[in-house]
């Protein structure tokens, strides 16, 4: 297993976000199922997904997009890149907060793979405060290597 990363420039070294869009800062552990990574980005007023000063709990579908794209870079095989993927659906979706920004302290964003093959993976995911309290969760299908029609 590689080193896991430790701050958002590893993250985003390993992950298509960039920038402020890279909203996770440290992986806490990870196996060949499962990811569980730290972030901070929810309380910062200048989240990218923040909409007038808020940034309400849809937005823990894309943190959860983010893990399973580290999850995916940190298993791949020797000789397999990581691939770029595009979310299908997000089924199950239970809101248990209306926003993000308000919570106090870090998000946990943890995403386990439930199945998978060359053209897509799903994962179950739950975003919880730090205290484990649940924000977000649901599943996530991932279709990848699709070119977007232009």
Known sequence: MKPLPSNPAEIARLIPHQGRMCLLDAVLDCTPARIRCRAR?????ANPLASEGAL????AIEYAA???????????RAGVTGRPGY??????V????PRLDTVEGEL????????GDERQVAYRFTVITEGG??????RVTVVLDTPLRT
């Open 41 to 45: 980005s929810h309380r910062d007023p």
């Open 56 to 59: 309400l709990s849809p937005a």
């Open 66 to 76: 983010q893990a399973m794209a580290l999850h995916g870079a940190l298993n791949v």
């Open 87 to 92: 979310i299908a659906s997000a089924r199950g």
């Open 94 to 97: 239970t809101l248990h907060v």
């Open 108 to 115: 946990q964003v943890e995403a386990e793979h439930l199945a």
């Open 133 to 138: 309290q649940a924000l977000v969760d649901g």
